[in-house]
């Protein structure tokens, strides 16, 4: 419950009865990763809820051209501003407030290998970003848009470009 109130917040909406039915009806981020949440928690829970499951990720692609996989561990604050193309395949791990904007890719990088992303704390993802294999983005971090991340991101590091390089590092006191 406090996943999906963080992620209610970062969705751009007040945590209230009205402001749950607000964003179902009016943010599409929302409503996906509350879809997501469900289909999360029922995943491997016996037969019927896998199914229960399967069939939520599959209406959230539907609705929302969303793909986030029910084994993929996803952090309270997820913010999804425009989750069209979003591509969240089954081992990355995201942690909390992270902001992940269309068209965005986090999966494998190749045949035979099962790394996937690990995306830190607070951390924006901008669009048509693509981040491939068991690369490690460090808290605080931006991914520039269109950009391809096929090595880990120092914490409170921007990177651009294909591939993706540092354009900027925040000084920590």
Not at 4 to 31: K, M, T
Not at 102 to 130: C, F, M, W
């Amino acid at each position: 419950m406090i996943s999906l109130h963080r992620d209610l917040v970062a969705n751009g909406f007040q945590p209230s009865a009205l402001g749950l039915v607000r964003a179902l009806i009016l943010s599409p981020g929302f409503l996906t990763v509350a879809l997501y949440r469900f289909s999360y928690a029922l995943y491997g829970k016996g037969s019927v809820a896998s199914l229960i499951s399967k069939v939520a990720w599959r209406i959230n692609v539907a609705l929302s051209g969303c793909y986030i996989s029910p084994k993929a561990i996803v952090g309270p604050g997820l913010g999804l501003p425009h989750p069209t193309g979003i591509v969240i395949g089954d081992g990355v791990v995201i942690g909390e407030r992270v902001t992940i904007y269309q068209g965005v890719t986090l999966g494998v990088s190749g045949r035979g290998t099962k790394e996937y992303p690990h995306i830190g704390n607070d951390v924006v993802i901008y669009a048509d970003a693509v981040l491939l294999g068991g690369v490690h983005i460090g808290d605080k971090a931006k991914v520039g848009a269109k950009s391809l991340v096929l090595s880990d991101v120092a914490p409170s590091t921007t990177v651009v470009g294909c591939p993706a390089r540092p354009v900027h590092v925040e000084q920590t006191r």
